[in-house]
């Protein structure tokens, strides 16, 4: 994946790889140690029905893992970011 500055990630819109608005990313969840983002931390959708995601007070968290697109939009495998 290109190298981006976490600052112009923040406020772009997650949707998923079939379409599906998720929501605007407000922060990251990084390994201090490491240096790897560990998670995103999304302010969903009004719409979005978050019992299929792991949930952290009124966000939304999705593995970095998931993401497979970075540009106009943070695209994230569905099946992936969803909680198991």
Request: no cysteine.
């Given at each position: 994946m290109m190298q981006i500055f976490a600052k112009n990630l923040r406020n772009k819109q997650v949707m998923?790889?079939?379409?599906?608005?998720?929501?605007?990313?407000?922060?990251?969840?990084?390994?201090?140690?490491?240096?790897?983002?560990?998670?995103?931390?999304?302010?969903?959708d009004m719409g979005l029905d978050k019992e299929k995601f792991k949930v952290d007070d009124d966000f939304v968290?999705?593995?970095?893992?998931?993401?497979?697109?970075?540009?106009d939009y943070i695209v994230v495998d569905k099946k992936a970011s969803m909680a198991s």
């Amino acid at each position: 994946m290109m190298q981006i500055f976490a600052k112009n990630l923040r406020n772009k819109q997650v949707m998923s790889s079939d379409g599906m608005t998720i929501g605007i990313l407000s922060n990251l969840v990084i390994d201090v140690n490491t240096g790897n983002i560990i998670d995103l931390v999304i302010k969903p959708d009004m719409g979005l029905d978050k019992e299929k995601f792991k949930v952290d007070d009124d966000f939304v968290l999705i593995s970095f893992d998931a993401v497979r697109a970075i540009k106009d939009y943070i695209v994230v495998d569905k099946k992936a970011s969803m909680a198991s």
